[in-house]
């Protein structure tokens, strides 16, 4: 979300060389997606205490759910319209949601070039995408606001999965380049859903995909 919203950023700037993936600490950082060698880049802030046990403390059924291609423009609209189909309860906190899912649009759409954008608010309960893998995308932003993050790590071999396995903080935007976008020279950067499976958790996640021409999408 744009500053002042409901995370905070925290930590300096740092390259993890071994897995490809930088961290930032602010919204403009975002874009150094772009430098050759950058396979993924966390964007590290922390949830508002307030806002992490409103959400944490909602019944599954409010969480809001959105599957559609919009312009950036359109995302707050669209995320309103899905608390109110939940019932997600009004107040602060919603509107922070709601605040920050939009300024993730405006700030990715901007650094992708993205006239349009797939936008999804997933309400996760088991193992959706568990294997590892990269996605056939330009790229994509993910953000978690409840639940365990996105894990990555690094292939030592083709295809194989990661023996060392990162996991993105809760509510901190994880940026992933995707097969059509490859970093140079490629990390082997590899990412998954966290199995949740039998556990009870219950998670929230927002993914965008950039999208040129949304009838090519249909």
């Not at 997606?33 to 949830?47: K, T």
């Not at 606001?145 to 993105?168: E, L």
């Not at 976008?181 to 993914?207: C, F, N, V, Y």
Request: proline content about 10%; some cysteine.
């Amino acid at each position: 979300m744009a500053e002042g919203g409901c995370m905070t950023s925290m930590r300096p700037i740092h390259a993890a060389t071994k897995t490809g993936v930088l961290t930032v600490t602010a919204p403009s950082e975002i874009a150094l997606i772009r430098a050759p060698e950058i396979g993924g880049l966390v964007w590290r802030r922390s949830p508002l205490p307030s806002f992490q046990t409103w959400i944490e403390g909602l019944p599954p059924s409010r969480l809001p759910r959105a599957r559609v291609i919009l312009r950036p423009a359109a995302a707050r609209s669209v995320v309103t319209e899905a608390c109110n189909s939940a019932a997600t309860p009004e107040g602060p906190e919603r509107e922070r949601l709601i605040d920050d899912v939009a300024a993730l649009a405006d700030i990715f759409a901007g650094v992708t070039n993205a006239p349009w954008l797939r936008l999804r608010l997933d309400v996760v309960t088991g193992d959706a995408c568990r294997r590892f893998h990269v996605d056939r995308v330009t790229a994509r932003l993910v953000c978690t606001y409840r639940g365990t993050g996105t894990q990555y790590g690094v292939s030592d071999a083709d295809g194989a999965d990661p023996q060392t396995i990162h996991t993105v903080p809760t509510g901190a935007p994880f940026v992933v380049r995707g097969t059509l976008w490859p970093a140079q020279p490629d990390p082997g950067l590899l990412h998954r859903s966290p199995p949740i499976e039998g556990t009870g958790e219950t998670r929230l996640m927002l993914a965008l995909d950039p999208i040129d021409d949304p009838e090519e999408e249909a």
